[in-house]
């Protein structure tokens, strides 16, 4: 089994700033390097990067396309992977390293004394794919509809992310000026959760609904077409930043079949799949690359948090206590996962374990049963069609068994899971998989994905606890705190709070590993989220 690869990025002001010193200077010297060999006027390759013909990268991902592109609100695994190549934020931050770098900003963001307003000047010469001008008022414009919706009630799935803005306004064509309610330690690799996108195509909901199908950016790939099993991308003319497409195109298939997955990189139809099945790893054969690296992605229970029993904390933790993790993780993942021991992975900076830890005790398991009335407890399991989550389905179904519970599965695709049984009054438990960690590191982001504002707490959890309020009172508190021990002990406290209330909590934070064609792909690595990403990858 090869060594884990394990890549994780610090949290502090000072190493941000650094690291955007260091990728703007490799980044200019590479995009000057780049327009010298265009000038040169040398032969091109029928095969290799470099953006020659019949340069197409082909790919398979594990997830179907369960949502639009519009990045205030893509929240599937195929869109957030595809919009990191559409669009760019000012900052954005690599989705293999998670290093920060300037992407639309051409220099560093600049700070004010009080911390207050943050002044950001755009790169020269951006443009969108369908080659207008990137300027100052869309991106302040990019920020607003998230911050200040047309419809308050139903905000953005970014708007928990930065709520700490107060306003964001065009100072000029090419100046943005940011305004804060508070000062935001986290504000520079904080804005990478934001997307710029076209004033003129998003002005209201009519045109926003448009573009959430027909996306336009300002990344080195635009996209052509897109169903829930292919992706047609090709490369943006009018990018001039500093990750230029290396493929003329790609082709994106999606398949949630694992060995399909397997069979289309073994064939040559593809270069790259993602999310190799763990049981076919070592099945994998020469020839190929496999990146194997820890995660934050989760195997995680939701409850119906409003329906009895599991109103009552008592049947939640139960359920929690009757699965013997380490068992799933070495049956279902063949070894590839880690039980987990917090909201967090044990490979993030940040990682402290929660006081409660769900260790496998059926006996305590049956005594919360019997202690909350729920000793024959029956319910409809939701699982999305994830590869791995269909593994886990059966043995937690069995576990389950042995305190007294009984459950049926009830497999579908995401899609169907969040929009149709999740929201009706018959649900009651869903097991899915889950990582906002695609969006960034950090533990304030990926706290405040699920247990922040209404989308998932409200809408998805049905969480009323006064926990609820006290954890969003925590992660605002901690947000606005430059002291990093200070803000440590607070996110302690939130990791404790949601380790005892379980509305919804991991069974385990998965590896994720990614394999591809060395001889057929250069300058690839597989991330440690869900995804795949080309920013700097050609055919060979």
Request: charged residues 25%; aromatic residues 8%; negative net charge.
């Amino acid at each position: 089994m090869p060594k884990p690869l394990e890549v994780r990025v610090s949290i502090t002001r000072r190493a941000v700033r650094s690291r955007l010193r260091s990728a703007s200077g490799a980044a200019a010297a590479a995009l000057v390097l780049s327009l010298g060999l265009a000038a040169c006027g040398g032969p091109s390759s029928s095969n290799g990067g470099g953006g020659t013909g019949g340069n197409t990268i082909e790919a398979t991902l594990a997830f179907a396309l369960s949502s639009g592109f519009d990045p205030d609100n893509a929240s599937s695994a195929v869109a957030t992977a595809a919009n990191q190549h559409i669009f760019e934020g000012l900052i954005d931050l690599d989705p293999v390293t998670r290093e920060p770098y300037l992407a639309l900003a051409g220099s560093e963001p600049e700070e004010s004394a009080d911390g207050l307003s943050w002044t950001v000047q755009l790169r020269d010469g951006a443009k969108f794919s369908d080659g207008s001008d990137v300027t100052a008022d869309d991106v302040a414009h990019s920020f607003m509809r998230v911050i200040e919706p047309e419809d308050p009630a139903a905000p953005p799935l970014m708007a928990g992310f930065v709520n700490f803005i107060k306003k964001v306004e065009a100072v000029d064509a090419t100046t943005v000026e940011f305004t804060l309610k508070s000062p935001f330690p986290l504000f520079e690799q904080r804005i990478s959760v934001i997307k710029v996108v076209p004033k003129a195509l998003t002005g209201d909901a009519e045109a926003s609904e448009k573009f959430d199908t027909a996306p336009i950016g300002s990344g080195p790939y635009q996209l052509d077409s897109a169903s829930e099993t292919v992706l047609k991308l090709s490369k943006n003319e009018y990018y001039n930043g500093p990750r230029p497409a290396k493929a003329d195109a790609m082709t994106w298939n999606t398949n949630t079949d694992g060995s399909a997955r397997i069979a289309d990189l073994q064939g040559g139809r593809v270069q790259a799949i993602e999310a190799v099945p763990y049981l076919n790893v070592d099945s994998l054969g020469d020839g190929f690359e496999v990146a194997e690296k820890q995660a934050f992605n989760q195997a995680f229970l939701m409850f119906n948090n409003s329906a009895a029993p599991f109103d009552d904390k008592r049947v939640r933790q139960a359920l929690h206590y009757a699965l013997d993790k380490d068992k799933i993780v070495d049956t279902a993942l063949n070894g590839f996962g880690t039980p987990a021991s917090s909201y967090l992975d044990e490979g993030n900076p940040s990682y402290q374990e929660a006081a409660t830890v769900y260790g496998y005790d059926p006996q305590k398991a049956e005594q919360l049963l019997a202690e909350a009335g729920a000793e024959d407890l029956q319910f409809e399991l939701v699982t999305t069609d994830a590869s791995f989550i269909k593994d886990i389905a059966p043995l937690v179904i069995e576990q389950w068994k042995q305190v007294g519970v009984t459950a049926t599965l009830n497999t579908v695709p995401s899609s169907a899971v969040y929009g149709e049984l999740v929201p009706s009054e018959k649900f009651r438990v869903l097991l899915a998989s889950g990582d906002p960690s695609v969006f960034g590191p950090d533990p304030d982001l990926l706290m405040r994905w699920f247990y922040y504002g209404t989308t998932w707490p409200e809408d998805r959890m049905r969480w009323s606890s006064p926990n609820r309020q006290k954890v969003a009172d925590l992660l605002d508190r901690a947000a606005a705190t430059d002291d990093e021990s200070a803000r440590d002990e607070l996110w302690k406290q939130v990791l404790d709070i949601v380790a005892d209330d379980v509305p919804l909590y991991p069974i385990l934070h998965t590896k994720v590993v990614t394999a591809y064609d060395g001889d057929e792909l250069s300058d690839f690595d597989g991330p440690a989220t869900t995804g795949l990403y080309f920013l700097d990858a050609s055919r060979s």
